[in-house]
């Protein structure tokens, strides 16, 4: 089980960012994809999950209505598409699978490399 995230960079702050975590090794549909973002010196921090058996999505309140968690199944891709960007969404986004959607990060044994996101003027 392989997960490959992408998409970071700077942007300024109203902005939007469209992040893809890529898997590789296994079968999107057998599994549930969640995003997590790390800033310095914080815990890591659940964002969203997609179930992609069936499409069902979940978010955190920090970012419901502004981010969008989607699959692409012939990509065997999840996408975390960010609108609204703020500074204090600045950190390193995650992407890790498992068996269900779990809001904390010890619930995930798979996980991607970080792609830093960075929201500044």
């Known amino acids: 089980v392989q997960l490959q995230a992408s998409g970071g960079g700077l942007v300024q702050p109203g902005g939007s960012l469209r992040l893809s975590c890529a898997a590789s090794g296994f079968t999107l549909d057998r599994y549930a994809i969640g995003w997590f973002r790390q800033a310095p010196g914080k815990e890591r921090e659940w964002l969203a999950c997609?179930?992609?058996?069936?499409?069902?999505?979940y978010y955190s309140d920090s970012v419901r209505g502004r981010f969008t968690i989607s699959r692409d199944k012939a990509m065997n891709t999840v996408y975390l598409q960010m609108n609204s960007l703020k500074p204090e969404d600045t950190a390193i986004y995650y992407c890790?699978?498992?068996?269900?959607?779990?809001?904390?990060?010890?619930?995930?044994?798979?996980w991607g490399q970080g792609t830093q996101v960075t929201v500044s003027s």
């Open positions: 890790a699978a498992d068996s269900m959607c779990w809001r904390t990060a010890t619930g995930y044994d798979n």
């Open positions: 997609i179930i992609s058996s069936d499409g069902s999505t």
